[in-house]
């Protein structure tokens, strides 16, 4: 498994070509941009490794607390972290739902402070109305953009575990599906 700084250097090395595609295949900068910078931010502090104390999780600063119930709930490497598309969505779902408790405690105060009017239901609404009018490329922009980045993660992780397979079992260990069980060793009789 590739090493923070190799992962760091993998997502550096990867950004000329996202910017390029993006621009490429998209032919808005504007797209391409949020294309980019959402693949730099997953690639650094929003990639799988957030399920244990790593750099990305170190990277979080004063708010890396916001992860330890994630970390306690996953185990690392697995499909809910590291899978495709799943583990991006379920990071999103998990920073978003954070969010969204803390907007709602923070507005609860500010409403009993300042004593102004709120209605959930029509924020809501009026955010939905806004993003299916305005902001649905963008948003697809912004995710694929975060889960190219997690696969750059993800992908170098599997690729360096092929690796030592290979260099420990052999090069056919990977057209085997059955798993070699290893001998017990009877214990030696005494000699006389």
Known sequence: MPSGRTHDQITFWGLPVVVGLG???????????????????????????????????????????IWLPYQKNLRHRSALSH??????????????TILLLVTMVGVAIAQLILDF??????VFLN???????H????SLALFVGLEI????????????????????????????????KKRRKSPRSSRR
């Not at 899978?83 to 978003?96: A, D, E, H, Q």
């Not at 902001?135 to 963008?138: D, F, H, P, R, S």
């Not at 599997?158 to 420990?168: A, F, P």
């Open 23 to 65: 621009f490429f295949l998209l032919r808005r900068w504007e797209l391409a941009l949020i294309l980019s910078l959402a693949y730099l931010f997953s690639g650094l502090m929003f990639g799988p490794d957030l399920d244990i104390h790593s750099v990305q999780f170190k990277r979080w600063g004063i708010f890396r607390w």
């Open 83 to 96: 899978g495709f598309l799943i583990g991006t969505i379920v990071r999103l779902l998990y920073l978003g």
């Open 117 to 122: 009017p709120w209605n959930w239901r029509t």
């Open 127 to 133: 955010i939905q109305q806004q993003w299916q009018q």
């Open 135 to 138: 902001y649905w490329a963008e």
């Open 149 to 180: 980045g997690a696969m750059s993660h993800s992908v170098s992780d599997w690729l360096g575990s092929m690796v030592k397979r290979s260099q420990k079992k052999g090069l056919f260990s990977f057209f085997s599906r059955k798993k070699r």
